[in-house]
């Protein structure tokens, strides 16, 4: 008899997540036939309740907006990228049923962006200041940037990231909301904000030679911002791409197979993603 296996993605709201299209794609690829993949619609304060009454069953959890602090506060342990960053966006079942977290966000990005052709140790500037901005920052530190400039909606978001950015050995250089569009000089701008919140901003960036946009929205896909740069041929990486590097790491953690069928998990994502 096939061992039953499960893990979700949980968030809110989380309707529109390709997660389990990629993951579910995977199992099949890799023949665990007894595995499968859901999704839970879960506020923050539900998070330890929904955890907890978790069976053995349960390989472990994607987390996305509004949990990645809240997940990392309720796992016995943690990576040192994750602890650094104060979010996990993934929770490991360990052996003795305690939960062990980590943040896959900060390979994914690094893994994409050097891809992408970013040079290293490259001028980076991040927009938000939630918990995809903190993993920002730490693949900025991982590309060898020595400072990020951060640009976020409100005063009290910039200045939490600034232990982050000092635990990771970077130096924070700060442009108002109003002036975003001076931020897109760098040779990286990675923007975390939620979707419209940065509309605004196509039409009026400078764009320039050598700059790649990393656009951490896939829903809807292109955003006003994406299209604006890549109509001025500047290359553009979307939450899509971010989405499949990501879940490679959590694919792997979940269920030991090593590598994670990339290839398979690609063309469901993408097929899925067309077929909105």
């Known amino acids: 008899m096939t061992a039953i296996r499960r893990a979700a993605v949980c968030g809110m709201p989380i309707s529109h997540s390709l997660s389990p299209v990629i993951h579910n794609a995977g199992f099949a690829a890799a023949g665990l036939s007894g595995w499968s993949y859901g999704s839970f619609e879960c506020g923050q304060a539900d998070l330890a309740a929904l955890v907890g009454g978790l069976g053995p069953e349960w390989a472990g959890l994607s987390l996305t907006m509004p949990l990645k602090e809240e997940g990392l506060r309720l796992a016995a342990a943690a990576s040192p990228v994750a602890v650094a960053i104060g979010a996990a966006n993934t ?10 977290a980590d943040n896959t966000d900060v390979a994914g990005m690094v893994r994409v962006l050097r891809e992408a052709g970013l040079k290293p140790a490259p001028t980076v500037s991040v927009l938000g200041g939630g918990g995809t901005a903190r993993a920002a920052l730490a693949a900025a530190a991982d590309l060898g940037a020595s400072a990020v400039t951060v640009v976020t909606r409100r005063p009290a978001a910039r200045e939490e990231l600034i232990p982050v950015a000092t635990a990771l050995g970077l130096a924070v250089l700060s442009t108002p909301w109003e002036l975003a569009s001076t931020a897109f ?19 009026d960036v400078p764009w320039r030679a050598g700059t790649v946009l990393f656009d951490a929205i896939y829903d809807p896909w292109p955003t006003p911002l994406a299209a604006d740069a890549q109509a001025h041929g500047v290359p553009v990486l979307s939450g899509l791409d971010l989405l499949l590097a990501q879940a490679l790491s959590q694919f ?16 469901a994502l993408l097929a899925a993603a067309a077929a909105r």
């Open 91 to 100: 929770l490991v079942r360990r052996e003795d049923g305690s939960w062990q």
């Open 252 to 267: 792997e953690q979940f269920t030991g197979v090593k590598p994670a069928p990339e290839e398979a998990m690609r063309a």
């Open 185 to 203: 000089e760098a040779d990286a701008v990675i923007s975390t904000v939620p979707k419209g919140a940065a509309d605004h901003l196509a039409g």
